[in-house]
């Protein structure tokens, strides 16, 4: 198994954000809570607030601005779980055909995918059911940071799918997951899309806009695996 470890690239999607549109999900999901405590929200109180950080922290700034006396903590746990269930929903009509076409052609290249949600696994695997197998896997990432994870969350999933991090990209759907995947000591493939853009995505291999045929082309040819 360590000398397979060895040889094996591969590559870890953060699905919700990568492969669809989980940035506006969530931002949706934050101001839908917020508004309901009648707290002014916004793309740019985001930016400035929240992207890229913890949600607490980040909401505890916020609430702090805006002279809010609601709890960070329970909008944090509320933003959380409304997330998830939004993505019980979303994920499985994100399995597109371009999506299977990216996967299928990078595991046909001996590169091993790791499908990273935040959804619940149990409920949305069923979506995924044609693309699993040796060489493709779904994992579960429970991450407290917004819009993105940090570098020991790459690592988990390395780790946990048995990749090194040096031979394994990191497929992320923000200039903040492009970050924390170098720090981890990985290469990065970014997915830019509007909700994002303006942030920073120096640092990345190569910016796709989409997960396709294509796309999985590019990261070969980046893994030396094509």
């Not at 999901?29 to 740019?44: C, E, K, W, Y």
């Not at 019980?88 to 595991?107: H, I, R, W």
């Not at 699993?132 to 940071?145: I, K, M, R, W």
């Not at 819009?147 to 990749?163: E, P, T």
Request: hydrophobic share 45%.
């Amino acid at each position: 198994m360590a000398e397979e470890e060895q040889k094996t690239k591969g590559v870890v999607v953060e699905f919700d954000f990568a492969a669809m549109d989980g940035a506006g999900l969530l931002y949706k999901t934050m101001s839908r809570i917020l508004a309901d405590g009648d707290i002014p929200f916004d793309t740019r109180a985001e930016a400035q607030y929240l992207a890229g950080g913890n949600y607490q922290g980040g909401l505890a700034e916020y609430f702090a601005a805006v002279k809010t006396k609601k709890t960070a903590a329970k909008a944090a746990k509320d933003v959380a779980e409304g997330f998830r269930r939004a993505l019980n929903t979303a994920v499985p009509a994100a399995v597109s055909p371009d999506f299977s076409a990216f996967v299928k052609a990078l595991d046909a290249k001996g590169v091993k995918v790791v499908i990273s949600t935040r959804a619940d696994v149990e409920t949305v695997k069923g979506a995924f059911s044609d693309l699993l197998g040796d060489n493709v896997s779904l994992y579960q990432e429970t991450s407290s940071t917004y819009g993105s994870v940090k570098w020991d969350a790459w690592r988990r999933a390395c780790v946990a799918n048995h990749l090194r991090n040096f031979m394994t990209l990191a497929v992320t759907g923000s200039g903040y997951g492009v970050k924390s995947a170098l720090l981890a000591g990985m290469g990065a493939v970014a997915v830019a899309t509007a909700h994002v853009a303006y942030q920073d995505f120096g640092g990345a291999d190569d910016i796709v806009e989409k997960l396709d045929a294509d796309a999985a082309k590019k990261i070969a040819a980046i893994l030396r695996a094509d």
